[in-house]
């Protein structure tokens, strides 16, 4: 591909020659294509920009709409704990305490125009969707969230230079559906009574201790160790692949068939 400036007119000439570049066309046809949009012809007013391609029979791609559902509800959250705390000797304090969480209305997004189970056939190899055309992703509140949490935690200062804090927190989260984000899809738009489970969050055993020395003596330095342990957060199990074929790749695979007991 050669350019050249018609002397200063400020128009480009662009002509295709043969080239040793593997990554310049010089096949016949694929010439001949460019030729035909006065790319490659040598002319002295290239038009291929003008010469637009026509679209006629061509497939229509399919446009993903995001939406938010008309009577949308805000997450409410409703809280219940109680806390007790108890002064031991040698400056000691223990902290107990317990508390629950429901949240109504959670995020979620749904694909209100998936193609419908069952329609799947050799006609309709993908399907077939209420309205023409592709996904309408819609923010809806219908999701659920339970959370319990039980916690003990102590404090002692056992003398001017040295402290030592710790808690241990017993945890259970469930929900169907992990608000905004990645987790936000369920399997089936259809369908969402499947996703109830141990949520994203839901790590049952934390533990944590930390203490703080002060040493007057060693150029008056700060120590600060710390211990934190926690349990395994749970995981998601999928296939990888779209069976249903709303573009989601959250199939989880199925261990028996639809009339199991």
């Known amino acids: 591909l050669t350019a050249n400036r018609n002397n200063g007119t400020g128009v480009q000439q662009f002509i295709f020659a043969e080239s040793a570049n593997p990554l310049v066309p010089t096949d016949p046809a694929t010439l001949t294509l460019l030729n035909s949009?006065?790319?490659?012809?040598?002319?002295?007013?290239?038009?291929?920009?003008?010469k637009v391609p026509s679209v006629a029979g061509a497939s229509p791609l399919q446009q993903s709409i995001w939406r938010v559902q008309p009577n949308l509800r805000v997450p409410?959250?409703?809280?219940?704990?109680?806390?007790?705390?108890?002064?031991?000797?040698?400056?000691?304090?223990?902290?107990?305490?317990?508390?629950?969480?429901?949240?109504?209305?959670?995020i979620r997004v749904r694909d209100i125009n998936a193609p419908i189970p069952g329609t799947f056939t050799a006609a309709t190899p993908n399907g077939i969707r209420p309205n023409p055309g592709g996904e309408i992703n819609q923010f809806e509140g219908t999701g659920r969230y339970h959370q319990?949490?039980?916690?003990?935690?102590?404090?002692?200062?056992?003398?001017?230079?040295?402290?030592?804090?710790?808690?241990?927190?017993?945890?259970?989260?469930?929900?169907?559906?992990?608000?905004?984000g990645s987790g936000a899809f369920p399997m089936n738009s259809y369908d969402t009574s499947t996703e109830w489970g141990r949520g994203g969050n839901d790590v049952r055993h934390r533990f944590?201790?930390?203490?703080?020395?002060?040493?007057?003596?060693?150029?008056?330095?700060?120590?600060?160790?710390?211990?934190v342990a926690s349990s395994a957060p749970p995981f998601n199990i999928t296939t990888g692949i779209d069976s249903n074929l709303?573009?989601?790749?959250?199939?989880r695979p199925s261990f028996a068939g639809a009339s199991a007991n």
């Open 76 to 106: 409410t959250v409703y809280v219940a704990g109680s806390q007790v705390e108890r002064q031991l000797p040698h400056n000691f304090t223990v902290s107990m305490g317990a508390y629950a969480i429901r949240i109504l209305h959670v």
């Open 37 to 50: 949009y006065g790319c490659a012809n040598g002319s002295f007013t290239p038009d291929c920009i003008s």
């Open 148 to 180: 319990e949490q039980v916690f003990v935690g102590f404090n002692s200062r056992l003398n001017p230079q040295f402290s030592v804090s710790g808690s241990y927190v017993w945890s259970m989260s469930n929900n169907d559906t992990d608000g905004q």
């Open 208 to 227: 944590s201790v930390f203490g703080t020395y002060n040493n007057p003596k060693l150029w008056k330095l700060t120590f600060s160790p710390f211990v």
């Open 246 to 251: 709303d573009r989601q790749y959250a199939d």
